[in-house]
């Protein structure tokens, strides 16, 4: 924020076309001038001055009540190895968000945060050290597919809400992003090339399933039985194991959708065969996909990568549908929520 002013002025990015109409209706301007500036804000203008279709006193009516402050690149960082690309991105009042493009054979991906920093406190994760500062707005979540399509000049199609933050906690600014990103006039991304993942807020994937939406629901599972998920996941203290199945049963009977299961293996602690065992019987029932993630090392932490390949041979074996995710960016701190760790240390805090 660079002026109190700043403070009264609306975020217009979050806005959806429909709503800029109604604000334009309310002022005496025509409807159809949404049109116009939500295309401008699509394509990332930096101000309303570059509106150049739009008059000069709308312009400076719509400066006076809005607000359009782009991310700032913080840090960038390109794997040599696979081309992955690693944002850090400040925020219009300094605070520090990361993202992540990956190229894939089937496309571009963008993972996003959803949160400044994270509350959860799982043991083996980068992004909840400090805690949670604040949600992200819905415009700064889009803000991240937008600037890192137009900073690399990659198009992106899909996108995975897989960042910093638990998507589901901050639930109305989420689902106001995906209906932005997803709306025909703006960056138009289908929801079925959007993954939101979740450390399973049951009453929130209760709450998703009424929208019946095509996206892909992820749930960070990491262990199939309570005594390991509370260890890893205080959140399973909460909402235990056979509670989260059966809002994972009752979402894919609503929807429809299949469920994917993430699994970061750590050696010891969730790769035993009663574990492959036990995992694959929740997965029966729903037809769940396994998605083990090698585990990425944290500074400092005692944990250790499993063997990936094993284990999911074991739950294929078991008629699971199992896959090990590839790891990209291994060589610039892709993991989620790295980057923000590492620059705020180097920054003394
Ligand atoms: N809060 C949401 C969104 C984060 S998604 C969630 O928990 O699902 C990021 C994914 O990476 C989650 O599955 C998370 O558990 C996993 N993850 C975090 N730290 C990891 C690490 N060190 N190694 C492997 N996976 C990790």
């Not at 081309?83 to 400040?90: E, N």
């Not at 968000?97 to 994270?118: D, F, I, P, R």
């Not at 992106?156 to 809400?161: A, H, K, P, Q, R």
């Not at 509370?230 to 056979?242: G, Q, T, W, Y």
């Amino acid at each position: 924020m660079q002026n109190a002013e700043k403070e009264i002025k609306r975020d217009i990015k979050s806005m959806l076309p429909e709503e800029i109409g109604e604000y334009l209706v309310s002022i005496g301007e025509k409807k159809f001038r949404a049109g116009q500036i939500f295309k401008w804000l699509t394509m990332g203008v930096g101000s309303f001055d570059e509106m150049s279709n739009i008059s000069k006193a709308l312009r400076e009516r719509l400066d006076s009540e809005f607000y359009i402050v782009p991310p700032k690149v913080i840090r960038k960082q390109q794997s040599a190895i696979d081309g992955t690309i690693k944002y850090l991105w400040q925020l219009r009042d300094g605070n520090a968000v990361e993202s992540v493009l990956m190229k894939y054979e089937h496309g571009n991906t963008a993972c996003v945060s959803s949160q400044v920093g994270c509350r959860q406190g799982c043991i083996f994760c980068a992004s909840t050290g400090s805690g949670l500062v604040r949600n992200l707005t819905a415009s700064e979540i889009l803000d991240q597919v937008r600037y890192t399509e137009l900073d690399s000049g990659e198009k992106i199609s899909n996108i995975v809400l897989m960042g910093i933050g638990e998507p589901l906690e901050n639930f109305d600014n989420v689902m106001r992003f995906l209906q932005l990103v997803n709306h025909k006039d703006g960056m138009n991304i289908g929801m079925r090339h959007i993954s939101l993942s979740t450390c399973g807020l049951t009453e929130r994937i209760d709450k998703l399933s009424e929208y019946d939406l095509q996206l892909t629901l992820s749930i960070s599972l990491h262990a199939p039985d309570d005594e390991t998920r509370s260890k890893l996941m205080p959140i399973n203290k909460k909402h235990n194991v056979a509670q989260l199945m059966s809002a994972c049963r009752a979402y894919y009977e609503k929807t429809g959708r299949r469920i994917s299961f993430e699994y970061a293996l750590i050696d010891g602690v969730n790769d035993s065969p009663e574990q492959a065992k036990l995992l694959a019987k929740l997965m029966k029932p729903i037809g769940g996909h396994v998605n083990i993630i090698p585990l990425n090392n944290i500074e400092g932490s005692p944990l250790k990568p499993g063997d990936a390949k094993a284990f999911m041979n074991r739950l294929c074996d078991m008629g699971v549908n199992a896959t090990v995710r590839r790891r990209l960016g291994s060589d610039i701190d892709a993991a989620c929520g790295q980057l923000r760790r590492k620059t705020a240390k180097e920054n003394g805090n």
